[in-house]
């Protein structure tokens, strides 16, 4: 890989998470599954690349989301959000993992001139820097609505309204499994020659076994024959069982890259969808640079879906975001832009190109909605649904 070099100082970091990591296998007795590998990359305090002090979002970090690209995908999930708390007393908002913070203000503000702001605007963010960053971005740009926004550090036992994540499942810690000639592996790290590398072992886990055995791969083993790598996320389901169990009246929206079932586990997509991004390189080494990159992979819906109609939500939507954003107006939001000014009206009918071309987020990216104790057909999936495939 011809990746750029860190500064001298992104590499100490990263050399110590690494010397970390050698000593947490060595402890696991000289293996560690990969999902305890990305929590630790990703998530250990002070450590981990979502915790340390780095740029991560927008030009300057490693990849660009949404809200980043623009102020109007922000502004079009308030369309959407405004529809839902109008159904709820004293509903508020829980955004989970809120990156720069921008997609908050984007949408608070819209809601202000909708005359739809929710009671409170809730977010969970597991890493101090990053609520940092939020608590700035809210002071500079929010000062009047300020008071509204909270920091949580824990799901509320209790909550009415919109829960929104974005781009937060496809970097949740995932296992890595091989299926291969009837038998059922667990793909794990170890420390061998001064290096990560990787080591697979029969896959042992009850749980993990019991969803390894029920997925295309082990059903299919007849027809694709050769070894089968991909991920399966406990983690994802166990967020959604949690956020299904606090949720007492409202909607569930979360917005990712991902597939049904069928499409995920896909004959010809035997390698998986593990990615990392590093510099807006993507490559598919998680061993580069313990802390300094982001690691991903796409998003099972259909597991996704299964957990929150077992814990008693009910599927409104599942569509991809072309489809939700201009079913919820993102052209009508462009449209009001002075045409006739092509510096300030070329921009955003770019960025909406970004946000809805097929070749770039529109269709890759899907959106999935849950309601529960809302009857309530939602704006963002009157065209386009594709239950179906889920």
Same mark, same amino acid.
């Given at each position: 890989?011809?990746?750029?070099?860190?500064?001298?100082?992104?590499?100490?970091?990263?050399?110590?998470?690494?010397?970390?990591? &050698?000593?947490?296998?060595?402890?696991?007795?000289?293996?560690?599954?990969?999902?305890?590998?990305?929590?630790?990359?990703?998530?250990?305090?002070?450590?981990?690349?979502?915790?340390?002090?780095?740029?991560?979002?927008?030009?300057?970090?490693?990849?660009?989301?949404?809200?980043?690209?623009?102020?109007?995908?922000?502004?079009?999930?308030?369309? #959407?959000?405004?529809?839902?708390?109008?159904?709820?007393?004293?509903?508020?908002?829980?955004?989970?993992?809120?990156?720069?913070?921008?997609?908050?203000?984007?949408?608070?503000?819209?809601?202000?001139?909708?005359?739809?702001?929710?009671?409170?605007?809730?977010?969970?963010?597991?890493?101090?820097?990053?609520?940092?960053?939020?608590? %700035?971005?809210?002071?500079?740009?929010?000062?009047?609505? /300020?008071?509204?926004?909270?920091?949580?550090?824990?799901?509320?036992?209790?909550?009415?309204?919109?829960?929104?994540?974005?781009?937060?499942?496809?970097?949740?810690?995932?296992?890595?499994?091989?299926? #291969?000639?009837?038998? %059922?592996?667990?793909?794990?790290?170890?420390?061998?020659?001064?290096?990560?590398?990787?080591?697979?072992?029969?896959?042992?886990?009850?749980?993990?076994?019991?969803? /390894?055995? #029920?997925?295309?791969?082990?059903?299919?083993?007849?027809?694709?024959?050769?070894?089968?790598?991909?991920? %399966?996320?406990?983690?994802?389901?166990?967020?959604? &069982?949690?956020?299904?169990?606090?949720? &007492?009246?409202?909607?569930?929206?979360?917005?990712?890259?991902?597939?049904?079932?069928?499409?995920?586990?896909?004959?010809? &997509?035997?390698?998986?969808?593990?990615?990392?991004?590093?510099?807006?390189?993507?490559?598919?080494?998680?061993?580069?640079?313990?802390?300094? #990159?982001?690691?991903?992979?796409?998003?099972?819906?259909?597991?996704?879906?299964?957990?929150?109609?077992?814990?008693?939500?009910?599927?409104?939507?599942?569509?991809?975001?072309?489809?939700?954003? %201009?079913?919820?107006?993102?052209?009508?939001?462009?449209?009001?832009?002075?045409?006739?000014?092509?510096?300030?009206?070329?921009?955003?009918?770019?960025?909406?190109?970004?946000?809805?071309?097929?070749?770039?987020?529109?269709?890759?990216?899907?959106?999935?909605?849950?309601?529960?104790?809302?009857?309530?057909?939602?704006?963002?999936?009157?065209?386009?649904?594709?239950?179906?495939?889920?």
């Amino acid at each position: 890989m011809n990746l750029p070099l860190p500064d001298p100082l992104a590499r100490k970091h990263s050399d110590t998470l690494t010397t970390l990591l &050698r000593e947490q296998i060595i402890r696991a007795g000289g293996w560690l599954s990969f999902a305890d590998y990305m929590q630790t990359v990703l998530y250990m305090p002070g450590m981990g690349y979502y915790s340390a002090d780095m740029a991560k979002f927008g030009e300057s970090g490693d990849f660009v989301t949404a809200p980043e690209i623009s102020s109007l995908f922000g502004q079009t999930l308030a369309q #959407q959000a405004a529809q839902i708390l109008a159904e709820i007393p004293h509903g508020s908002i829980l955004e989970l993992g809120a990156g720069s913070g921008k997609l908050a203000v984007d949408m608070l503000l819209a809601l202000e001139q909708l005359g739809q702001l929710p009671i409170y605007y809730n977010i969970l963010e597991v890493s101090a820097e990053l609520r940092q960053r939020q608590q %700035i971005t809210i002071e500079q740009r929010l000062p009047h609505l /300020a008071q509204r926004v909270h920091w949580l550090s824990t799901l509320p036992e209790r909550f009415d309204g919109l829960i929104l994540a974005n781009e937060v499942l496809d970097a949740t810690p995932v296992h890595l499994v091989i299926w #291969q000639d009837g038998n %059922i592996f667990e793909q794990g790290v170890a420390w061998y020659d001064h290096q990560f590398i990787w080591q697979p072992r029969p896959l042992i886990d009850e749980v993990l076994l019991k969803i /390894a055995r #029920q997925l295309p791969p082990a059903q299919d083993w007849e027809v694709t024959g050769d070894c089968y790598l991909s991920e %399966i996320s406990l983690a994802n389901r166990l967020l959604i &069982r949690s956020l299904a169990e606090r949720l &007492r009246q409202g909607t569930m929206l979360l917005i990712d890259y991902g597939f049904g079932e069928r499409e995920y586990y896909h004959p010809q &997509r035997n390698q998986g969808t593990l990615m990392c991004h590093y510099r807006h390189h993507a490559h598919n080494d998680p061993f580069f640079l313990p802390g300094l #990159q982001d690691i991903t992979t796409h998003v099972d819906f259909s597991a996704v879906a299964e957990m929150a109609l077992a814990e008693g939500l009910q599927l409104q939507g599942y569509t991809t975001q072309a489809h939700f954003l %201009i079913n919820c107006g993102i052209t009508d939001l462009l449209a009001h832009a002075p045409a006739d000014q092509p510096g300030s009206y070329l921009p955003l009918a770019n960025q909406v190109q970004r946000l809805v071309s097929p070749a770039e987020m529109g269709e890759l990216f899907k959106v999935i909605a849950f309601n529960k104790s809302l009857d309530l057909p939602l704006r963002g999936f009157g065209r386009g649904d594709l239950q179906r495939l889920l």
